[in-house]
């Protein structure tokens, strides 16, 4: 089993900046993905972001790319979500989840087998 602990949520003003944290535990050397997604009241959870622990690589949903930057420190078996110019529509529970499986291009929430218990994240206008 893998835990996954968030962190770095709060309240800010739209146009600012927040850093997610998270970090995983367990049998973390067997993620090969760990990804950002989150969820707003009334809406479904969506992908934001998600990077391969192997060679780093990223790929990101049409509505952050530019602003929302995900990294990760392997022997720290962390991954942060740099948010930046951030928006109202930005508001919503921010989930940390990963994945063993090698489908790295696959998005869905479904393909996640371990998740965080959410930050929430508030942009006010």
């Known amino acids: 089993q893998v835990q996954l602990v968030e962190s770095g949520g709060g309240l800010v003003q739209a146009g600012g900046s927040l850093r997610l944290s998270c970090a995983a535990s367990g049998r973390a050397f067997s993620i090969y993905v760990m990804g950002w997604f989150r969820q707003a009241p009334g809406k479904e959870r969506e992908f934001v972001a998600a990077?391969?622990?192997?060679?780093?690589?990223?790929t990101y949903a049409d509505s952050v790319e530019g602003r929302f930057t995900i990294s990760r420190d392997n022997p720290e078996n962390a991954v942060w979500l740099q948010m930046n110019s951030l928006k109202p529509e930005d508001t919503a529970i921010y989930y940390c989840?990963?994945?063993?499986?090698?489908?790295?291009?696959?998005?869905?929430?479904?393909?996640?087998?371990?998740w965080g218990q959410g930050t929430q994240v508030t942009v006010s206008s």
């Open positions: 989840a990963a994945k063993s499986r090698v489908d790295w291009w696959n998005t869905a929430a479904t393909s996640y087998d371990y």
């Open positions: 990077i391969r622990r192997g060679d780093g690589s990223t």
